[in-house]
């Protein structure tokens, strides 16, 4: 690894050329001292230094705090502190600027070497777990199932973009901290009412919703979290609508072909029974002797046509529980007579 | 002489119920299908038309409702005689515009032995409405107690052909009948129109 850089900002002459001298013996490269907040981030616009070593006590319109807080938001450059004395007040002030380290005046080598080699570590690993989010939701945001993470208090702790798009949410960057789960097409009311069982006794749940004209598989997933007590739980929706059209679409051309059959079935039945009326009639005009064995011989195929005819008319209650409940407007024929009495009959 | 005509489309049944109503001293007319059913209907009025329902190009519900918006024979009474099942929404639409639905096989010559007294009682009733409107009864009360009176009776007689059949309990004709009687009371029929009898 090539040593690391160092940027000092310290308006009194002497001491910032005695630190230059304590980094470079150490092995660091000094990038340039500054005097003043406003000359130390000119500076820092130009050369590219690992780490910033910052007075709090300097002459200018900004102190040593005020120049932090701009260096790590405008340069995102870890800052260690240098002072001789601090009081409450300005500790508070400089805590909220997340040092990397604090070094008291007059220092000691080593202890600069240590806090510098802190400083550098601590960000190297602040770096790399940001780029590990950003990794994270990358891949979050790359599937498209909609997904979120909820705490045990029902709250949302993180979701992808399909979630946010989902829930209706403009997409924030962070620092909103947890919002609670927003209503959905209903769908988070039957959510609501399963959390309990994942959150507690960690399983994991499926089920299909409706919401509008798309269907979704919800899965609840138990995740553990940092208390032992309660899951956190994982929430994915999969969009099934295409299978469940294609799930309707099936049913409704099985019901088609049922119908078809049973068409058939009636039309066979009506030219069974003719036939039997002919032969039945012949046999009533022009036979004595066997008349009543054929005529018993026809009743017992009337019986099994009738047989027949008693499958259609359960085809027919087949067909209606099949229409009733897998069609979305069931033509169901009136299920009490509905005359009004004027139309046919004769005067 | 009484004219019956036969609407059905296999040969053999016209012949033999021709024979079968000629013997019975029935004067007996026989046409393949519903389109030459209503030719006919152009020049001749039967008394009564025993009708098939299963038919092509026209069926036997096509043909009735045709015979009903028919200038001149659109009185005609007709039965329906088929190897059809009744279908429950069939019936609700079509029941008070025919005299009976009957089930084939059938035996024509019981069958034609009851025909005389059906033709009979076809026009007691059709004597009666003529009275009835004739002495200025409101002729709307009247079509709708004829249609119910159709109605009624072919419904009570399938139930009681078609014990097995599911849809014989899912109807329920109290309303109608109620309708009915009230009507009968209110319009004055005699009593003997309310009892019928087996058919065919």
Known sequence: MPPASVFIVEDELIEAEDLRQTLEKLGYIVTGIARSGESALESLNTTRSDIVLMDIHIAGRMDGIDTARRVRTLHKIPVIFLTAYVDETTLERAKVTEPYGYILKPFDERELHSVIEMGLYKHRMEEQASENERTIRVLANAIPDAVMLLDHSRQVLALNNAMEYRLGRIPSEGGEGPAHLPDHYGISESILSRLEETIRYGRTLRFEEQAGTDWYEISLIPITGPDPDHFRVLVQYHDISDYKRLEEQLKTEGITQIEHNMEQFQILNDQIRNPLQAIMGYVNLDCVYYRQHIMEQIGLIDNLVSCLDHGWVESEKVRKFLLRHYRDNPDEGPETPSVTGHGGGRG | ?200
Request: hydrophobic share 45%; net charge negative; proline share 5%.
């Open chain 2, 1 to 200: 002489m009484d004219t019956v005509l036969v609407v059905d489309d296999d040969p053999a049944i016209r012949e033999i119920f021709t024979a079968f109503l000629t013997m019975g001293g029935i004067s007996a007319i026989a046409v393949s299908g519903g389109r030459e059913c209503l030719d006919l209907l152009s020049t001749r009025t039967p008394d009564l038309i025993l009708l098939d329902l299963m038919m092509e190009p026209m069926d036997g519900w096509e043909t009735l409702r045709e015979i009903r918006h028919h200038p001149v024979a659109g009185q005609v009474p007709v039965m329906i005689v088929t190897g059809k099942q009744p279908v429950l929404a069939d019936i609700l639409q079509y029941g008070g515009m025919i005299e009976d639905f009957i089930g084939k096989p059938i035996e024509f010559g019981k069958f034609v032995a009851c025909l005389p007294r059906t033709l009979e009682q076809i026009r007691d009733l059709h004597q009666i409405t003529a009275q009835k409107k004739e002495a200025g009864t409101d002729p709307a009360l009247i079509a709708e107690y004829i249609h119910l009176l159709h109605l009624v009776r072919v419904t009570q007689n399938l139930i009681r052909r078609y014990k097995d059949n599911s849809w014989a309990d899912r109807i329920s004709l109290k309303k109608q009948e109620e309708r009915l009687a009230s009507l009968h009371t209110l319009l004055g029929f005699p009593d003997r129109f309310l009892i019928w009898d087996e058919r065919g």
